[in-house]
C-alpha cells in the first residue's frame, strides 16, 4: 500500500480515533498507519484510553443533574466534553499526546490499572529529578524505612534487593494511593538511571504485567494477593521488563 499523497496530522489522527474524519480522507490515513508503525501504536493507545473511560464514566455522563443544580445558566454539557473534561484531568501531566496504554493478557479492572499506572507515574516524574530531596527515608536506613512503610500501608514490605540488575536503594517515602496509602522506593544506577517503585492495596489481582508510556517515562503495572505495583522507569521496555521480573520475584516469594 502506498503513503497517501499529503502527510497526515495529529489532528486527523485524533478525528480518525473519533470517528470524525472527513470520509475522503479515511483511506489515505490507514495507509499512513499501515507504514508508519509508531503512528499506529499511538492511536491504538488513544482508542484502549477511550474505551477506559466509556466504561468508567458512560454511568455518569447518563445521569440526571441534581435540581439543585437547574438554574438558568447551567446547561448540562454534552457527553463529549464530559469525556474530554475527563480525560484532561486524568492526562493534565502527559502533554502532547497522552499516556500511551498497551495493554496485554488478562485485563485488570480499569480503575485499577488507570489510577495505578497515573498516580505511580506521575509520582516518578515529580521525585526522579529532585537532586537533594529524592526521599523521606535514605537507603541506608534500610530496616526503618521497612518497619515505617509497613505500618503505614499495613501489610509487610520490603524494598527490593536490585543490585544484580546495577540498581542501589536511594530511599522511599509514604505516598497517597489510589485506595490507600502507597509505599514509594527510588533507585539509582552509577550513571544516574533512576527506577520507582509504587505499591499499595488493590481491589484487583493481575500477575500478567501491563505497559504504559508517557513521554520518556514507561512504568509496568500488576497486582498480587490484593497489592499492587507499578515499576516507573525508562521506556527501555527490555531494561524494565528486567527489573520488574526481579521485583516481581522478590515480592512473590515475600508474600508467601
Do not use: C
Amino acid at each position: 500500500m502506498t503513503e497517501p499523497r499529503m502527510p497526515v496530522t495529529e489532528d486527523e489522527l485524533h478525528a480518525y480515533v473519533d470517528n470524525e474524519l472527513p470520509a475522503e480522507r479515511h483511506g489515505e490515513v490507514e495507509a499512513w498507519l499501515s507504514v508508519h508503525p509508531d503512528d499506529a501504536e499511538r492511536v491504538q493507545s488513544w482508542r484502549t484510553m477511550a474505551e477506559l473511560l466509556h466504561a468508567r464514566y458512560d454511568a455518569v455522563a447518563d445521569e440526571a443533574v441534581p435540581a439543585r443544580l437547574e438554574i438558568d445558566r447551567l446547561v448540562r454539557q454534552p457527553r463529549s466534553l464530559l469525556y474530554g473534561a475527563v480525560a484532561a484531568a486524568m492526562l493534565a501531566f502527559a502533554a502532547g499526546g497522552g499516556v500511551g496504554w498497551l495493554a496485554h493478557g488478562a485485563a485488570a479492572s480499569p480503575s485499577a490499572f488507570q489510577h495505578f499506572t497515573l498516580d505511580a507515574l506521575g509520582a516518578h516524574r515529580l521525585y526522579v529529578v529532585e537532586v537533594r530531596h529524592p526521599v523521606e527515608v535514605a537507603g541506608s536506613e534500610r530496616a526503618h524505612l521497612q518497619q515505617w512503610l509497613s505500618k503505614r500501608v499495613g501489610y509487610e514490605i520490603k524494598a527490593p534487593e536490585l543490585d544484580g540488575t546495577g540498581l542501589k536503594l536511594v530511599g522511599g517515602r509514604l505516598l497517597p494511593g489510589p485506595e490507600a496509602p502507597a509505599a514509594f522506593f527510588m533507585y539509582e544506577s552509577p550513571n544516574g538511571e533512576r527506577f520507582t517503585l509504587f505499591t499499595s492495596r488493590a481491589t484487583t489481582d493481575t500477575t500478567q504485567m501491563r505497559y504504559a508510556s508517557q513521554d520518556k517515562d514507561g512504568a509496568l503495572f500488576w497486582a498480587d494477593k490484593g497489592v499492587g505495583y507499578v515499576l516507573s522507569g525508562p521506556t527501555d521496555k527490555d531494561r524494565l521488563n528486567q527489573v520488574a521480573r526481579l521485583v516481581y520475584d522478590q515480592t512473590e516469594k515475600a508474600g508467601g
